[in-house]
């Protein structure tokens, strides 16, 4: 096989660039000229001595951190899957055969959309291979780095004695550094910011296959990208299960939520001045044939996985505003339904339009519906859709609701801008206020800035009768939680609202005033 001089001249470079890396390698030029002065004498010690420098510059290239920054570009860096898992299926082979291990990690490029969009194609090949190039600086001789789609890396690590959760954890965070290292490029500064899911061969059992290897750092790597930007994931047993039930449900969302499986409960809420009921949050729930009941905290992440957030606010309004109407039917007085939209939900631009037909269609006055927006949301000062959709619903006559109340950070501003009508503070705030001191006077302090704004509060997550009476003490407006009552189905609310009122009743009989 020939090779030209240009390449035996980059293949010397490449080599002495893994050797002497850093100008610190440049510290053990003393030690290296004595030795040689030791092993030839004189002369031996005039060449090392020239020599030594000359390497190194050589091993820099021919501008230091320029060559860093100029990526070298080769087809063959690029794999499709089944050379990925060849691959990995080599690199567990070779460990066992040392009685070593490895490790398989993908790195995925979060940032690059946005440097793609502004800046084209060109600069995002650039950054692409310059992503590639680093990963490989880092890596060591042993350990293989190739691109994989048009924003993942596949890494192999070479056999190796210890390649445990936290050798492999500060390693992934030395890759990630690389990476998220600005960029010159075409006289631009860039940005790139990396996820990275990985699997240590150890955790694997012994019969495990380099697919298995691979698609165990494919779900680590999901993980990553879902809690992303710029996050880092093992993978674990643990993990493999969550992602396995999450698949399952995947595949039977779209008829759990056609066939009304996946419907609203109803958690009361009551006045602390009057005891009655002042309203009731829909909180879906997945009744699920096998599993049983599902709560949202289970299937939220798969509806928005697959992009079905819009389904569920249709399901959930549809349902609620058919249950208010069986209640007005009954004689219940339910003032209002409270219904949690979510960012994705809100970026409909249909939105307003929807809710104000179907408010239409069941002869219900918009002051009927409660839209529960969290403060995060209001917080990110949302532009758009978002924004206007709020605006316009405050604006059409519903009641404008900031959930969790306390974990955002919303402004005076924003309050005013979306028309807040009611802080609903978040439960973290409530628990335990009645032995807590410290948890009291902040509860205290928020309810009399909600006064001074002229803000109606109500406290999430109310489970004892000590919260309930402090609340009504300090002047919170609404109360809601398990120690008023559980989120339970539309129907059962019947029974439950008129107990409540014979409650009521009772109690003022007795000359309480309030349940
Ligand atoms: P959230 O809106 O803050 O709802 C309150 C959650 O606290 C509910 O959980 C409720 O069951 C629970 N909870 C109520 N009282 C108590 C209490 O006294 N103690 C404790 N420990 N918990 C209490 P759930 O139903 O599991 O809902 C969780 C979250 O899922 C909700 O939090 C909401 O953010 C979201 N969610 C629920 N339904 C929907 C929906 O239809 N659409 C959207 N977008 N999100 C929903
Ligand atoms: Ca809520
Ligand atoms: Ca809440």
Redesign the pocket.
């Known amino acids: 096989m020939k090779m030209s001089i240009g390449t035996g001249f980059a293949r010397v470079r490449s080599f002495l660039r893994r050797g002497l890396q850093g100008p610190q390698s440049l510290a053990f030029l003393p030690a290296i000229v004595l030795a040689a002065f030791w092993i030839g004498g004189e002369p031996f010690l005039i060449f090392t001595a020239l020599g030594a420098p000359f390497l190194y510059l050589l091993a820099s290239g021919p501008s230091g951190r320029a060559a860093e920054e100029e990526p070298a570009k080769q087809a063959s860096d690029v794999v499709d899957m089944a050379a990925a898992r060849s691959l990995a299926q080599n690199a567990l082979d070779r460990a066992k055969a040392a009685n070593l291990a490895t490790a398989c990690m993908l790195v995925e490029l979060d940032g690059l959309d946005d440097s793609a969009q502004m800046a084209g194609d060109g600069t995002v090949d650039t950054l692409r291979e310059l992503a590639l190039s680093r990963l490989r600086n880092t890596l060591r001789r042993d350990d293989i780095a190739l691109r994989m789609g048009d924003r993942r890396f596949l890494l192999l690590l070479g056999p190796s004695l210890r390649l445990d959760l936290e050798a492999l954890l500060q390693l992934a965070s030395r890759l990630q550094n690389a990476v998220e290292e600005p960029a010159a490029v075409e006289n631009s500064m860039r940005y790139m910011s990396a996820s990275i899911g990985f699997c240590a061969g150890v955790r694997l059992p012994a019969t495990a296959t380099g697919a298995q290897m691979l698609e165990a750092a494919q779900v680590a790597l999901s993980e990553a990208v879902a809690n992303g930007p710029s996050a880092i994931r093992a993978w674990s047993e643990h993990m493999r299960m969550a992602h396995s039930e999450q698949k399952t449900l995947r595949s039977e969302v779209d008829r759990a939520l056609a066939s009304g499986q996946i419907q ?2 109803f ?1 009361p809420q009551v006045c602390t001045s009057t005891g009655r009921i002042s309203g009731v ?5 997945w009744i699920h044939p096998t599993r049983g009941i599902v ?3 289970q299937f ?1 992440r798969v509806l928005e996985d697959s992009g079905r ?1 819009e389904r ?2 249709e399901v ?1 309004l549809q349902h609620s505003l058919t249950a208010l109407r069986s209640w007005d039917s009954a004689g219940l007085d339910i003032p209002r339904v409270s ?4 960012d994705p ?1 809100l970026r409909d631009p249909r939105l307003v339009e929807r809710i104000q037909w179907e408010l239409d269609r069941f002869g219900l006055t918009p002051q009927r519906l409660g839209i ?1 927006v ?1 403060e995060t949301v209001i917080a990110g000062s949302p532009e758009g859709v978002v924004a206007r959709n709020i605006v316009e619903l405050g604006k059409l006559g519903c009641h404008i609701d900031l ?2 109340f306390g974990t955002g950070h919303a402004s005076i501003t924003s309050l005013r801008r979306f028309k807040v009508h009611r802080l ?1 503070i ?2 973290s705030f409530v628990t335990r206020i009645d032995r807590d001191e410290e948890q009291h006077r902040m509860l205290a302090a928020v309810l009399g800035m909600a006064d001074r704004l002229g803000l109606e509060t109500l406290a ?4 004892s009768v000590g919260e309930h009476a402090l609340l009504a003490q300090l002047g919170c407006d609404h109360v ?4 008023i009552a ?2 339970m189905p539309a129907d059962q609310l019947v029974d439950w609202a008129n107990q409540h009122a014979n409650r009521i009743a009772e109690a003022q009989k007795l000359g309480r005033g309030s349940a």
């Open positions: 609203p409960w958690q949050e829909a909180l879906a729930r709560p949202p905290g939220l957030m569920l606010s959930i219904v949690n939209f979510s939900e529960e969290l959930d969790d609903k978040d439960r999430e997550g109310v489970e809601q939680g398990f120690g559980r989120p």
